[in-house]
Structures are given as structure tokens and as C-alpha cells.
């Protein structure tokens, strides 16, 4: 184990072990260590639009978000990746919306 991440891992102790119960592709709990935890999410797509936004490293925009309701409620979903003929049908749906929308990108 290289030096760097020796030091790390005696300052830090043992890293906490996170469990995902996952049922119909949705998480429906999530535990730290045998607890639920405080969830915090950073929402970078409110982040845009906050009146007062918390910023990353790199400086980009988002909301924090404290929850500390069960977990199911978040609706977290896992989703099985995408086939190469989903992906263009997704890119036709959008290019339709896109174009229903009157939205013109240029290329």
C-alpha cells in the first residue's frame, strides 16, 4: 500500500461501508455503517437558478439540500444502461421536442 494512502487511511480509520436497498430499480434505503444517515444532496440543476447558491471547488452552482426524511422518499432510481438503439430513439424524441419547441442549436 503506497505511503500516501497508508497515512490517509490511519488518520481516517476504516472507510464506512454504504448500503443501497434497492427494489423495482428505486432505492428504498440507505445505511451508513448499520444507520440511516442525514442525507445531503448538492443540486446542481437548482444551482442554476438559487438566489443563493453554495459553489464547488471549480466553481460551479448548486443547492444544498439537507434531507432527513426516510430515503424511499428521495426517489432515487437505478436504471439498467441504455442500448444503442434506445439512446437514438432518445436522441430522435429530442431532436422532435426540440424541434416542436421552435429550438434551434447551432452545430
Known sequence: MPRAISNTAQLLGPRPRLRLVVEDQFVRE???????????VHDYDWGE?????AFD??????S?????????????S??????????????TLFETKKAQDGIVVDQ
Open 30 to 40: 440507505i445505511w451508513v455503517e448499520g444507520r440511516a444517515p442525514i442525507i445531503t
Open 78 to 91: 437505478f436504471h439498467p444502461p441504455f442500448h444503442a438503439d434506445q439512446w437514438s430513439r432518445v436522441r
Open 49 to 53: 437558478t438559487d438566489t443563493d447558491p
Open 64 to 76: 444544498t439540500i439537507n434531507w432527513r426524511r426516510p430515503a424511499w422518499m428521495l426517489g432515487l
Open 57 to 62: 471547488e471549480e466553481g460551479f452552482a448548486f
